[in-house]
């Protein structure tokens, strides 16, 4: 049976105990396990105290890469927060503007709708600012953290189809 500061942690019997999802308020707690076989007095295992370290590392700058000629996606180095979804935190040059940014499920990415369309074979630059990750005292990306990246259209394959193949069933 598992214990946090003397107090029985209800359906905590395994052999192990995982603390998750912890903040700055677990720092400091004891945790110890009492171990019995039914014949004798239980055994108190010592106990440890968990030490929570703040995060204080900002979320960076990963890539960019133009998906089509009105998308861009953006990939941060860490989850960050709805903070990414505000088109005000995107500047692109050309006069390329930000319309619409999207997080995706995974936290990491962001995907960019831009106007006007994207020229072909041209290199942008985008720079990233106030964009923030999940800690509890939130980190701050680097003010106009920048990423550069080229447009290349790959003819047939804007929609993410192959256009004109047909997929190879690797079953028969």
Partial sequence: QWFRDNTLIQDATAASYTV?????????????CEISNGVGSPAICD??????????????????FAV????????????????????????????ITATAATLSD????VSLTV???????TTYTVEVSHVQDMAESANTIMANSSQIFTYQAADGFEDGNADGWTPVDLNN
């Avoid at 106990?47 to 960019?64: W, Y």
């Avoid at 995974?106 to 990415?109: C, E, R, V």
């Fill in 20 to 32: 998750s999802g912890v903040s700055a308020s677990d720092n400091d707690r004891y945790y110890h």
């Fill in 47 to 64: 106990r440890v105290k968990l030490t929570v370290l703040p995060d204080t590392t900002a979320p960076a700058l990963v890539s960019a």
């Fill in 68 to 95: 089509s000629n009105t998308r861009v996606d953006i990939r941060f180095s860490e989850v960050v927060s709805a903070s990414a979804n505000n088109v005000d935190n995107y500047q692109m040059n050309f006069e």
């Fill in 106 to 109: 995974d936290g990491l990415t």
């Fill in 115 to 121: 106007t006007p369309a994207l020229a072909e074979a």
